[in-house]
């Protein structure tokens, strides 16, 4: 299972603070945790995982980065912001992340965030209907290379396919530089839902379904997930004779 990590985290003075132990059980805990963020804080485990003595005292140094469900679960407060940004219900990819939020009783507000999680962006997104096409233009032109590069890397690592990079990362970051349709997220969130089809032929031993990434990236394939759907869909009745049941699939 393949996770986005905070390369910078290293130089974060929150990060810096921490002891030895605790550096290495936040580390555990994003690796392990469930797509949702949320995890058991079974000290034992983590112990014999980590190769280090643990206690609630480390967990507990990680202060309000992680809290306390009512079911004694911990859970990593902005950990689905940081995977995919905003989780939609119409992207099969993010279902582990409902189900989760469902079965531990983390409140959400109507569009599905954690109540007090991307309540800000929300509002940014209800202002942006109001704006002119030109301005939504203006906007977009403000990210920087940098941030372009990094939802780039981001974006491809969720593809399953990691031929011809370059020419992977030429088109998707011009695609970025120019697109005033979507956003970084949006695009993300349609390769995830490409990548869960995708994943069920994979799953069942299918060589030769998933479209080279150059082809994948170049030709703005992901803007037509339910190609993929139907194509999973269609391989898996000539196996089984029965439709695909939709189990959801996450790529963090």
Known sequence: MKRFTETTKWSDPWFR?????????????????????????????????????MGMNTFTELGERVEKLECGKLHIVKFVEFQVGTPSLDCKAHNPIFQSWDKHKIKRVSKGYPKG??????????????????????????????????WTERIIAAYPRRDSPADCKHALFWVLETNKEQTPAEILEQVQECAYWISIIEGDGVSGFV??????????????????????????????????????????
Request: hydrophobic share 35%; proline share 5%.
């Open 211 to 252: 479209p080279k990434a150059r082809k994948f990236f170049g030709e703005r394939q992901w803007t037509e997930p339910k190609n993929f759907e139907g194509q999973a869909m269609e391989a898996q009745k000539k196996r089984n004779g029965a439709k695909p049941v939709h189990k959801g699939f996450t790529s963090l």
């Open 17 to 53: 603070k921490l002891s030895p132990a605790a550096k290495l059980l936040w580390i555990w805990l994003t690796d392990t945790c469930d797509a949702a963020g949320v995890i058991e804080p079974d000290v034992d485990l983590a112990t014999f995982q980590i190769g280090m003595p």
């Open 117 to 150: 999680i991307d309540t800000v962006q929300e509002k940014d997104k209800e202002k942006d209907k109001d704006k002119s096409g030109e301005e939504m233009q203006e906007e977009g032109a403000k990210l920087s290379k940098a941030e372009i590069a990094d």
